[in-house]
């Protein structure tokens, strides 16, 4: 395989990586512009071999998105909707203690939850949904609001965003999950979110997070108009950011799913190829030489290819989910859900070690 690595023109970056070098933004690019998909698969397999051995991880968790009415209407979003919208909803406290209370038989270890930037909610609310999650499920690890949501509460609340993610925090918050970064560059935010928090203050919010003890994963939506360049500044700012402060856990690449969104409205655009989701996750996990963990999120890309994922750079799968709404409008063809029996036999069958994990990647269970 080495000589497959040289002969693509990659042997340089192939010693880098076996001398544990930092690849360089240029070594990104050529990555990228490879078109051997399998030396750059190669070169991100003994990345994720050093840092996770025969470990791929999964977790019981469940997913509540409370409401999808948002201010900001982004162009690749087929969830969010206006409040009068005759798709629009929000669920009220009970019915998310509701929610929670239905599935309590489960063994859940962690409650993902995001939503729209909703107009008019009280910053009450938010804290009232930690704390009836917390009095239904004590043990649960809440993973909620993204860093776009946290600085609107910053906002709402008044109290900035140190003090918020304080106040989150003894209500009951965990983590912060890796939503709403998209593509940090200022050109793609103008054309498809040019009323969501920038790129630099998603990354100043993570930042005051991890520095308040909360871990925070990233993600970076990608298949629909950004560059490979703009792929690399956002890779590059992360691993800036990681260098700073160390809290990021997991970076998930999220495939553009076009159907419903306005971005496919203005321009003829397809789902992201099988090529480029492992591509993605491959250069990620060359590149992002400071992240513990790069997810292969099967929500997005299918099962079978989350399951080839694993020998291209990805250590984890994300979990069993239920129930996926946000990419399910876009028209994702892939299930909600998928049982702790599944995720075994697709790790296991991708010649991996399934290790059920917590939020913070503790192990619960080795299969
Ligand atoms: O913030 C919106 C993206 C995100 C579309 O942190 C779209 O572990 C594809 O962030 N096609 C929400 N993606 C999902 C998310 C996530 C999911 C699972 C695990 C974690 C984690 C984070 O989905 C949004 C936005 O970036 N999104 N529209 C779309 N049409």
Redesign the pocket.
């Known amino acids: 395989m080495d000589s497959l690595v040289k002969n693509a023109g990659l042997g340089d970056i192939l010693e880098k990586i076996q001398d544990g070098e930092r690849l360089s933004v240029a070594d990104g690019m050529r990555l990228f512009q490879s078109p051997d998909l399998l030396p750059v698969g190669y070169l991100a397999n003994i990345v994720r071999e050093r840092k996770n051995g025969g470990n791929a991880y999964f977790i019981y968790n469940q997913h509540i998105n409370y409401s999808n009415i948002c201010t900001n209407l ?1 162009k ?4 969010g909707k206006d409040k009068d919208s005759d798709l629009a909803y929000e669920m009220s406290v009970e019915e998310v203690r509701h929610k929670v209370r239905e599935r309590l038989a489960e063994p859940i270890t962690e409650i ?1 939850m ?1 939503g729209g930037i909703h107009p008019d909610l009280p910053y009450s609310y938010y804290t009232d949904l930690l704390k009836i999650i917390k009095e239904e499920r004590p043990d649960v690890h809440i ?1 909620a609001f ?1 860093c ?1 949501e946290i600085a609107h509460l910053a906002d709402v609340s008044g109290l900035g965003v140190p003090g918020v993610l304080e106040d989150l925090k003894k209500a009951g918050l965990g983590s912060i ?6 593509v940090f560059s200022p050109r793609i935010r103008e054309l498809t979110c040019e009323k969501k928090l920038s790129g630099t203050g998603w990354i100043e919010v993570a930042k005051t997070a991890h520095r308040l003890g909360l871990h925070t ?1 990233a ?1 970076m ?1 990608y298949g629909h108009i950004e560059t490979i360049e703009e792929r690399l500044e956002h890779l590059d700012m992360l691993r800036q950011a990681q260098d700073e402060t160390g809290g990021f856990l ?1 970076f ?1 690449p ?6 419903n ?1 306005e971005l496919s409205k203005l321009s003829k655009l397809s789902r992201s190829s099988g090529i480029d989701d492992l591509k993605i996750i491959a250069v990620a996990r060359c590149f992002l030489d400071n992240f513990p963990h790069i ?1 292969a ?1 099967w ?2 890309i299918g099962q079978k290819l989350a399951q080839i994922a694993l020998s291209f750079g990805a250590d984890d799968v ?1 979990g069993t989910v239920k129930e996926e709404i ?2 399910h ?2 028209g994702a063809e892939t299930e909600q859900a998928m049982s702790r029996d599944q995720l075994l036999r697709l790790i296991r069958e991708a010649g991996r070690i399934p290790i059920e994990r917590d939020t913070l990647y503790n192990v619960i269970n080795s299969y």
């Open positions: 982004c690749f979003c087929a969830f993902h995001v993973q993204t776009v999950p890796g939503g709403g970064a998209e994963n993600t939506l997991a998930i999220l495939a553009f799913h076009p159907k969104t997810k999120y929500v997005m994300d946000i990419t409008m876009a």
